[in-house]
Nanobody, 121 residues
Framework: QVQLVESGGGLVQTGGSLRLSCAAS????????MGWFRQAPGEEREFVAA???????YYADSVKGRFTISRDNAENTVYLQMNSLKPEDTAVYYC???????????????WGRGTQVTVSS
């Protein structure tokens, strides 16, 4: 069983930045595809970014050029650097590990409990 714990969420003004972290309970980050998803109230959970074990990286079109996913294998942690934040980025952000299929699909085996990101206008 893999446990994922997100941190780094909070309240930020439009144009601001946040860095989310996802710490895994065991050696996971280097061997699995790791993803970030988000869910706004009343909306479906949507893909944000993913990084494969081989290093391939994917982003949703809505965050390209603003968000950066990275990982620290030694720390067993995945990060999501979020810059130029917009009110529409407001959501609960979830970390996920071990994609069952394509990295952009929410079909992952393990999920964190999420961290709230709120961007004020």
């Amino acid at each position: 069983q893999v446990q994922l714990v997100e941190s780094g969420g909070g309240l930020v003004q439009t144009g601001g930045s946040l860095r989310l972290s996802c710490a895994a309970s065991r050696r996971t980050v280097s061997g699995y595809t790791m993803g970030w998803f988000r869910q706004a109230p009343g909306e479906e959970r949507e893909f944000v970014a993913a990084i494969r074990s081989g290093g391939s990286i994917y982003y949703a079109d809505s965050v390209k050029g603003r968000f950066t996913i990275s990982r620290d294998n030694a720390e067993n942690t995945v990060y999501l650097q979020m810059n130029s934040l917009k009110p529409e980025d407001t959501a609960v952000y979830y970390c996920a590990a071990h994609a069952k299929g394509v990295a952009t699909s929410p079909a992952y085996n393990y999920w964190g409990r999420g961290t709230q990101v709120t961007v004020s206008s």
